[in-house]
């Protein structure tokens, strides 16, 4: 078993996740604190007891100074790179490499949005070289399908498989925010909002915040839950403006995915679920292929006839995933909390049996940053 | 117009000014390395694929056929529906922009485009492309 990088170093203690969809009347950092006053109950500790914070939160320009003043805290790590939706799955990384040198003993990865609201829409940098075509983030992600279909036939048929199952996995999860059935054929008659991707090909834009606390492992086993182990991960970027990704098929995930399984020791066929980070249905397409569960090309093929979906050969996105469940802006940290979830056993009707190890994707900007974490159980250490 | 004085032109401006000058003359230029051959778009100081500081400015020859597209959606009183895509050169980059002059759904993946200089008044001029005549 390989023992490299951070693999086994640390280890995930609490999850929270605050009140989500819809939820007037909360700011941000209201709905980052009750995630962390969540967190902190399931990992039965004080926020006080907090020294390391790690966050992004748009639009804080100082996100981490915000939260820390907000929560009280003097933390002796302070850390917020802002890598987009994909920046929570990079934390882990330093979290646990911060831990694991001793500069800090508890950690807390944190992010809250009241997008839906507060009807901030989420957008990119406006760039100099795209923005006289007012490009909205859908645009990039719309062009990177049109380029797959184009290359190897995906048909809007398999985009749509996607989110009938992101629908079927919601409607196991209390807490999501779309629970309606929704079939192949009113995913395909849904709105168009830039081609090939219709309104359902779309995350959704809700509030919701989320908080993960860590520590080093030799310490994990002295908290009240089933530590959740950081086996492996790895952080890539390809461009930042679409017009700069070299292949609009293949994302930077085809490097992170290895380089994350590696220092786990483990391969996509070992996971017990996969939470890839669906902010459009081409992502989850795209992810599966550069994450090597299928072939390039295949993702469609991969997807259809429910393999992805509850009873389906590989559990994908279990909590209805940004699609179906919630979307604040930034939806990184809800895949680890989720996974985090299943590995602990706790996701009722939609638990995966057994489930010991899980692939957490994260996405930034457009197809921009890809983030791979592999985290699993103590018997897979 | 405004009494605000003309400020002095700068002595010596970085490859971003250098583009938008050129696009305000008329002229679509872009960037060759001399360290790797390569041509590059948008302007940069160092070259992306060698980093190498030798970037001589050349006249784009305007030709690209279009690498992906999309319709965007909008409604009519957003001013409809409307192309956005991506253009690979001739020479070998690739940059956002629309084909004009054809409907927003005719723009096709692998359809020939020319390069048009656009904008008007003191905002910074852009390309965009127009469908070539099928021969």
């Known amino acids: ?381 | 117009m405004s009494d605000k004085p003309t400020p002095a032109p700068i002595a010596n401006p970085g490859p971003d000014m250098i583009y938008q000058q050129a696009l305000a003359a008329g002229m679509f230029k872009i960037q060759h390395c001399a360290g790797c051959n390569a041509y590059v778009f948008y302007p940069r100081h160092l070259c992306p694929e060698c980093g190498s500081a030798k970037l001589e400015w050349v006249q784009a020859s305007g030709k690209g056929t279009v690498y992906t597209t999309t319709m965007v959606r909008q409604r009519p009183e957003a001013g409809g529906n409307k192309n956005l895509c991506v253009v690979e050169l001739a020479e070998g980059p690739r940059l956002m922009s629309r084909v004009e002059g054809i409907a927003a759904d005719e723009v096709k993946i692998d359809m020939a485009v020319t390069a048009e200089i656009v904008g008007s008044g003191e905002e910074p001029k852009f390309i965009v492309f127009r469908a070539e005549a099928k021969q």
Not at chain 1, 36 to 49: F, M, N, P, Y
Not at chain 1, 98 to 127: F, Q, W
Not at chain 1, 183 to 200: C, F, G, N, Q, V
Not at chain 1, 315 to 333: D, R
Request: with cysteine; hydrophobic share 45%; net charge neutral.
């Open chain 1, 1 to 381: 078993m390989s023992t490299q990088g951070i693999r086994g170093k640390a280890a995930i203690v609490g999850v929270g996740i605050s009140e989500h969809g819809e939820v007037p009347g909360w700011s941000h950092f209201e709905l980052m604190a009750q995630a962390v006053e969540r967190a902190c109950a399931d990992a039965g500790i004080k926020s006080k007891d907090i020294d390391g914070v790690f966050a992004a939160i748009t639009p804080s320009g100082l996100p981490v100074s915000m939260v820390s003043e907000y929560l009280g805290l003097q933390p002796k790590v302070l850390e917020g790179t802002m890598l987009g939706g994909s920046s929570f799955v990079n934390f882990l990384s330093w979290a646990a490499l911060a831990l694991d040198a001793g500069l800090c003993e508890v950690a807390l990865i944190t992010y809250g949005s009241n997008a839906r609201s507060s009807k901030r829409r989420p957008g990119g940098d406006l760039v100099p070289y795209e923005s006289p075509f007012g490009p909205r983030l859908v645009d990039g992600y719309a062009m990177a399908a049109a380029r797959h279909m184009y290359q190897y036939g995906t048909k809007r048929e398999h985009l749509a498989e996607v989110a009938v199952a992101a629908r079927a996995w919601a409607r196991l999860n209390p807490k999501a925010m779309m629970r309606d059935p929704l079939t192949i054929e009113d995913a395909l008659k849904s709105r168009m909002i830039a081609d090939p991707l219709t309104l359902l090909d779309c995350c959704l834009i809700t509030d919701g915040a989320g908080a993960i606390i860590m520590t080093r492992a030799e310490r994990a086993k002295d908290y009240p839950n089933k530590p959740v182990y950081i086996l492996g991960a790895a952080a890539e970027h390809s461009h930042m403006q679409i017009a700069q990704m070299r292949d609009l098929t293949v994302t930077a995930a085809a490097r992170s995915g290895p380089r994350a399984f590696a220092m786990a020791g483990l391969k996509p066929t070992d996971m017990s679920l996969a939470m890839l980070y669906d902010a459009f249905t081409i992502n989850t397409i795209l992810f599966l292929e550069d994450l090597g569960f299928c072939k390039k090309g295949e993702g469609g093929a991969f997807v259809s006839g429910g393999t992805i979906a509850p009873g389906g050969r590989l559990a994908v996105n279990t909590n209805g995933g940004g699609l179906s469940c919630l979307h604040p802006g930034m939806y990184g940290i809800f895949l680890i909390a989720e996974a985090a979830i299943q590995l602990r056993g706790l996701a009722g009707e939609r638990q995966v049996a057994g489930a010991a190890t899980a692939v957490v994707h994260g996405n930034g900007g457009t197809l921009s940053t890809q983030v791979t974490a592999v985290l699993g159980t103590a018997e897979t250490l």
